[in-house]
């Protein structure tokens, strides 16, 4: 890799590179080569030695096979740090990689995106002790693009190719351009933290991003959602409790068949096929295969098993309710109607913070989430001042920088929302 086009004195300023499209360095083969892939203890052992031997920060990524495999899990887990150099590990190979995390202790981590990759590191068995997020740190500081190659355009000037990103990482062995594209991801890391620290610096805002970065290091990976089946594509055709029973059994049915055979659920059978065998209700393996829609990979060779679970949807006494009550408001777009005064304080604390956002020069929900600002205007504060605002801020889970700077904006929003929105 070139030296940094950049130093990081000189953003200083805070103000965003601008880049020539045509001036940018195309980022093809990692200065080190491509190391082999780590799958045997012994090859692990001496990564740990290598990790603990050097020095400052790692880069680490995750590439996963969504799409492809059951589950979010690692396939290829990428780390480098200064005087350990590049490693790839299989984590297929290991029972985990606690070892790793040992060698780590201490050390600041550097991820891009960290919310996708953190779970799936986690499930090895890894977890940071300090988190700089590029990708974050990109939203926090205004960036246009916040994708890992058009950062590295902006920041250091060079052409990250990004052709394998959805690849299926699962594939044994894997090919050589893809580990490439692999090691390149952590190269760009290091740089590129030192380069967006300075610009945040530059910025004013250092802890802000250190705010940030601890929640997504704390937060909890997500938990499964209840009646996860109700996200099946297309569920909103069906207009009969029956038919969603049908829907639900063919779901569960899928899914364990997915995790036995470890493969992406729609992979086997898409959810235009569960929507179309739960409108029709066919009651024999021919009518069933013989459904328009019902299509798919395991679609006829699994057909006993997907009648099956028709014909337990069809003798059930649960029949899932057709509309299920929710906790979280509605969408702000049936709000006039249903509650216009919760309508006319969203929209005139939704433009509020996007002004506040725009001076801060970051996306407005890094300022303050869309589902907390919901919140909030849906069912604002006991005592709408300073103080309560802050309080429920707080209790909805925004940082103290964000409550700092939207509390107030949000007080006044909702004390006199129809004048501010004149």
Known sequence: MTALPLDPSDLASGLIPERDPEQLHPLTAPSDGVPPVIDTPTALEGAVRALVAGTGPVAVDAERASGFRYGQRAFLVQLRREGSGTILIDPEAFEDLADINEALRGVEWIL???????????????????????????????????????????????????????????TRPLPQPWLNYAALDVEVLIPLRELMGALLRGQG????????????????DPAPKKDRWRRTHGLHQLRKPAQLAAVRELWMEREHLAEAKDRAPGRLLPDTALIAAARAMPRTVPQLIATSGFVGRFASKEAPRWLAALQRARTTEDLPLLHVKSDTPPPPRAWAERHPEAAARYQTAKDRVAREAEKLGMPSENLITPAILKQICWRPPQTVDLSGMSQELYRLGARTWQVERTAAVLTVAFLDPDQLRK
């Open 205 to 220: 805002k250092e802890e802000i991003a250190r705010q940030e970065f601890e929640a997504e290091r704390t937060a909890p």
């Open 112 to 170: 891009h995106a960290a919310h996708q990759d953190l779970p799936c590191l986690h499930e090895v068995g890894m977890s940071p002790d300090a988190l700089f997020d590029t990708e974050l740190a990109a939203r926090l500081a205004g960036l246009p693009r916040v994708g890992l190659g058009p950062v590295v355009e902006t920041m250091m000037g060079l052409k990250l190719a990004k052709e394998h990103s959805a690849a299926d990482w699962s």
